[in-house]
Nanobody, 124 residues
Framework: QVQLVESGGGLVQAGGSLRLSCAASGRTLSSYAMGWFRQAPGKEREFVAAINWSGGSTYYADSVKGRFAISRDNAKNTVYLQMNSLKPEDTAVYYC?????????????????WGQGTQVTVSS
C-alpha cells in the first residue's frame, strides 16, 4: 500500500505561484508513475499533469501547459507540482495519485492510490 499526503496549497492572488508537494510512505515511489489531478466545486476531477517513474517523461493538460511543472525526487519519495501564473480558474482541490506502472496516463481510472487533496484558491 502507498499512502500519499499533499501539502503546499493555499490562497494566492492571480499571477502568483505555489508549489505543491506529495509525500509518499509505505512503499518507494521510484517504480510508480505519478499524476496530479484537480477538482473544482461542481465539476468532475480532471487531469493536470503526470510524470513517469524516472522523471524523464512528463505530460500536461492543455490548460496548464507552460505554466505548471511536475517533477519528482525519488530519493525523497516526493512529487512536486510547481504552479506559476495562476488564474482564478485554477481554483480547486488538487490531488496526487500513484500508478503502479512505469508509464504515464492521464486517465483517472489508471491510478491506484490517491491522496486526500490540498485546496488551492486563486483570487482575482
Amino acid at each position: 500500500q502507498v499512502q500519499l499526503v499533499e501539502s503546499g496549497g493555499g490562497l494566492v492572488q492571480a499571477g502568483g505561484s505555489l508549489r505543491l508537494s506529495c509525500a509518499a510512505s509505505g512503499r518507494t515511489l521510484s517504480s510508480y508513475a505519478m499524476g496530479w489531478f484537480r477538482q473544482a466545486p461542481g465539476k468532475e476531477r480532471e487531469f493536470v499533469a503526470a510524470i513517469n517513474w524516472s522523471g524523464g517523461s512528463t505530460y500536461y493538460a492543455d490548460s496548464v501547459k507552460g505554466r505548471f511543472a511536475i517533477s519528482r525526487d525519488n530519493a525523497k519519495n516526493t512529487v512536486y507540482l510547481q504552479m506559476n501564473s495562476l488564474k482564478p480558474e485554477d481554483t480547486a482541490v488538487y490531488y496526487c495519485a500513484a500508478r503502479d506502472e512505469h508509464v504515464i496516463s492521464s486517465s483517472y481510472y489508471a491510478y491506484d492510490y490517491w491522496g486526500q487533496g490540498t485546496q488551492v484558491t486563486v483570487s482575482s
